[in-house]
């Protein structure tokens, strides 16, 4: 593991004893935890655990039922303004791309700086071209999403997040859709985001890239977060069983 | 000894066929193909030869050519007609425009458009409908060539189609003392305003019910779920009907909204209803990952469904949509029994002429005719739309 030399000690994101139940179904039972500027926090945990559900109360989603969820500096309560005003903060990548199938890559990638950010229709593609340079698929700015491979479909989905200058950036499996030769693609992406020092929340069954990037991994079961640690004590010296059995479990793929 | 090369070019099967392999292979492929094709070649001569000696040598056509002016436009005055032709030069202006702007399909259906200008010319109708026509196809033809290229026009030219509505039915009542009241207008003209103005209005009011009916608050959602249902309960001519014994009734004093604005109204109101059902079941195609993706950049919830939501759900019921419209057009004719004279009320009152008894089916074909002409134009154009927009594609 290379040393995160971006992560500060200001936190950015803070969950106080945060639950949510789907009717009757209790899914988190009380989260407490922080996330500081620059950190890069992988989750993981069985299916069903809640990870998706957690990652996406922070971007209000999903609402939550008790609890406090302060992001930079702004609590999420039901208040439309600040939802939008988080919303413009936090980026987010999905499982399924979600990119809009009517819609060039490129505008894809602009429609949100343009409606949301009122940047100029000129300075938003600039910005989208060069995002889509980052992720190395220039080439297919004018074609339609349904043109391109599904790993350039998740290129395109990372620079449409980046694309609004987010603070922080979420990540719900980005890889667990794809064919294997096209994880490594998106993996790289990701990694040399986290580099650049980007906060990044990122749900993923790719322990490599756990291993090699993370600075907290953060087990669920269940709707609580029953251990987290450091990738090195993560893997290498786990204290719950279920953690172990999960452990040996991927390992085994 | 010659080198070989491994990668030999392979040309895809010739999966082409000439018009004699199709008939052998769709028509005379088995014994009883065979016989089937030649009953039906049978039954179809009949038939055609009956329609046929009928058409070229029993019927009397007599009656469309001496009143293809009140098939036009009915009872509207003759002094007063050139409003008629100053609002299809004003449609002329911005249809050439249009084509000039954006090419492909709306060039298309203006060539189509000009080139019936120019068949109308060639045709033996009187000089003052050729010379009308003579001006519209050169003001199209030059406003083509003015609009070519002119991209930042277009929200002018947008602006212009909105307010063409207003302005046809201005130029057509006229104002100050020099009117023609709306019991006055007719033929194919009435029918070609109601179902534009019906068509035109129904359809915002049909997003916005479709919409409605998925509110998440619930006073919006019962208020468009009740009107939608309750309409779409009641047959058309109960509501044409209701709007025009009805509505007076319920408009207290003076002002009363005049015939064919209540039938434009009620066509409005009772199409609404249908466009939503047709609009929601686009809206429900959209994958919740599209809204939540929206919302995720910071998209508020009228960009959102404006951007995202329903650009994806009208493409995706395109053919439901026109043929809601196709209805409605054919629907205009059932006017006719709150006494207005579109083109079928028209037809009738030819018929009741005592110079013209006894020619109904020769009236009749030639206004199925024009309806299926206008008809089928829309069917293909929201075909072309389809394809231009790469439905299915993307
Ligand atoms: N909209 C919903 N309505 C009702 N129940 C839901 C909803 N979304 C999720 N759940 C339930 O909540 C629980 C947690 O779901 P969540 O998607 O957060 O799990 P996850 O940890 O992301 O699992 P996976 O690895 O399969 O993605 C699951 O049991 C799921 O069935
Ligand atoms: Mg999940």
Known sequence: MTENENITNDPIIICEDVHKWFDDFHVLKGITTTFKKGERAVICGPSGSGKSTFIRTINRLEEHQRGTIIVDGIELSNDLRNINLIRQEVGMVFQQFNLFPHLTNIKNITLGPIQVRKMSKKAAEEAALALLERMDIADQAYKYPAEISGGQQQRVAIARALAMEPKIMLFDEPTSALDPEMISEVLDVMRELAHSGMTMLVVTHEMGFAREVADRIMFFDEGVVIEEAAPADFFDNPQHERTKLFISQTLQH | MENLTFTQEVKPPDTKKGPVKWLKDNLFNTWYNTILTCLALVFLFFVFRGVLTWVFTQANWQVIPANLQIFSIGPYPLEQIWRVSYVIYGLAVLLGLSAGIWNGLTRQITVVIGCLGAIILL????????????????????????????????????????????????????????????????????????????????????????????????????????????????????????????????????????????????????????????????????????????????????????????????????????????????????????????????????????????????VFLFIALIYFIFTYAMSHVSQKIEADLGVGKH
């Not at chain 2, 209005?201 to 779920?225: E, H, M, N, Y």
């Not at chain 2, 939503?276 to 508020?300: D, H, M, Y």
């Not at chain 2, 949509?321 to 409605?328: C, D, K, N, P, R």
């Open chain 2, 123 to 362: 045709l033996p109708f009187a000089t003052s409908i050729r010379e009308q026509t003579l001006i519209a196809t050169v003001i199209l033809a030059v406003s083509f060539a003015i609009g070519r290229n002119k991209d930042n026009w277009k929200q002018w030219v947008v602006v212009g189609w909105v307010l063409s509505f207003p302005w046809t039915m201005m130029m057509l009542h006229g104002f100050g003392a020099d009117t023609v009241s709306t019991t006055l207008w007719g033929g194919l003209l009435l029918t070609l305003i109601l179902a534009a103005v019906g068509i035109v209005a129904c359809f915002p009011l049909g997003v916005l019910l479709a919409l409605g009916r998925r509110s998440q608050l619930p006073a919006i959602k019962w208020v468009s779920t009740v009107y939608i249902e309750t309409v779409r309960g009641v047959p058309l001519i109960a509501i044409l009907f209701m709007g025009n014994v009805l509505l007076p009734i319920f408009m207290a004093g003076d002002f009363q909204l005049d015939k064919v604005i209540r039938a434009m109204i009620a066509l409005t109101l009772f199409s609404a209803a249908y466009m939503a059902e047709n609009v929601r079941g686009g809206l429900q195609a959209i994958p919740q990952g599209q809204v939540e993706a929206a919302q995720a950049v910071g998209l508020t919830y009228p960009k959102a469904t404006l951007f995202i939501v329903l650009p994806q759900a009208l493409r995706a019921v395109i053919p439901a949509i026109v043929g809601q419209f196709i209805s409605l057009f054919k629907d205009t004719s059932l006017v006719a029994i709150i006494g207005l004279l579109d083109l079928l009320g028209i037809g009738r009152s030819v018929l009741g002429n005592s110079e013209w008894t006894g020619l109904q089916a020769e």
